[in-house]
């Protein structure tokens, strides 16, 4: 069975019931996705990647139809009713009936009858009603307002209203929900940006220029996929969130010099800085996962950046001392709880806890002492994450610049890069760039 409906739901479960990313689980039902037509993967992926973006919101619908708790309701069940209220509420072409008919015949098939006459009875109910369903009182509990109509874990919603008032969290929430645009970076090793967009502009739609990256594009709805335009068969661009791409101007690496990416995952920076250093010179990148450095390996090749080498090493264990003040430039694009890239990795929403920011924030710490160690004296280390969490962003260079009295901020008047999607439409970065003193 090859329908998208039911592609969907295996992907939602196998993400549901495993560790790893939706970009794993993706990546593990590929060929299943790939099999499906033009029209059809699309309409998988808007069903993936919508169902968990409001997640929050239909679980609140479906509470108040339910004659079950949502803890006891099966996972794939769930997902059924999920998927389908998802259709009904934010995709307008798909008729209700439709939606409800085509998940009673799913839940018959993935769960037995009786699961199907129990999803037939909350979504008739739901599908005709769901506008109807009262939201929590937005004075008395804004945090749990907040969690109901813009879809987040309780925890985070008071975090964000925490962090950054009632106001600016709404407009963050309303800002990750969106469909972002894909945007890319120019390899300048090959082409220019201009260059690059003439020959992009017949197959995308909305192509523009970046403002704040000066080798950016975004575009939507590319006539194919990604990897299988010329332009990027040829290594002319990486794909690249804006954000992302102002990371290596703060590590501003130059043609000849010594750079240590330290955590460099499948090598979106480490080919900026690639570009950045013309392609001269040595750039060490090292990540603990192996199945990550052969993918970076792949794409270094792609893009034509041969000065890379690529080590399988835990920062964290990066006791060598012929490393020992070493680098030039060190990059720490630290592990972090990807709550920045909530547009993109809708997941992170349901699988992230309030224990794992407390956690990544001390092992961020960690990496941070490790990685000075690594610093010339005169060099620069920079740190990145892709967060907004105040205890993974300015608490891990407070509390390492109180340690290590020998760096110093070198944008001491700004401090920080952060990047919002509610302002500046890009994923939420943090980002600072500290020099090694003499």
Known sequence: ??????????VLLDNESSRTTLDQSLAKFSSRLDDLSPRDRSLANLIIFGTLRWQGQLDWI??????????????????????????????NRIPVSAAVNTAVSMA??????????????????????????????????PSLFLAASKS???????????????????KICDAVNEIPGITIRANTLKTDRQTLASQLDPFVENLSFTE???????????????????????????????????????????????????????????????????NKGYIHAWDIEKNKLLALASEMLRIGVSIVKPEQKDMLQSDDPRYQNYFDRVLLDAPCSGL????RNPDAK????????????????????????LVRPGGRLVYAVCSCQPRE???????????????FLIHAEQKFLKTYPDTLSMDGFFAASLEKKT
């Open 1 to 10: 069975m090859n329908d998208p409906r039911y592609t969907a739901i295996k």
């Open 62 to 91: 479906i509470h108040y139809f339910s004659t079950r708790r949502l803890n006891q309701i099966r996972p794939v069940v769930l997902y059924i009713i999920r998927a389908a209220l998802y259709q009904i509420i934010h995709m």
């Open 108 to 141: 018959q098939k993935m769960a037995g009858k009786p699961a199907a006459g129990f999803v037939n009875a909350v979504l008739r109910n739901a599908g005709k009603n769901y506008s109807k369903v009262p939201l929590p009182d937005r004075e008395k509990d």
């Open 152 to 170: 987040l874990p309780l925890w985070l919603s008071k975090n964000w209203i925490s962090a950054f008032g009632f106001e600016n969290a709404l």
């Open 212 to 278: 704040y990256s000066k080798q950016g594009i975004s575009f939507t709805r590319p006539a194919l996929p990604i990897s299988d335009m010329e332009t990027f068969k040829q290594g002319f661009f990486q794909v690249q969130d804006e954000g992302a791409q102002m990371i290596i101007p703060l590590l501003d690496p130059r043609p000849g010099e010594t750079i240590l990416d330290a955590c460099a995952g499948l090598g979106g920076k480490t080919g900026h800085a690639g570009q950045a250093m013309e």
């Open 340 to 343: 920045g890239v909530l547009r």
């Open 350 to 373: 349901w699988k992230r806890t309030q224990k794992d920011i407390t956690r990544l924030s001390r092992m961020q710490k960690s990496m941070m002492l490790k990685a000075a160690d």
């Open 393 to 407: 962003n300015e608490d891990v260079i407070f509390s390492f610049l109180d340690k290590r009295k020998d760096f």
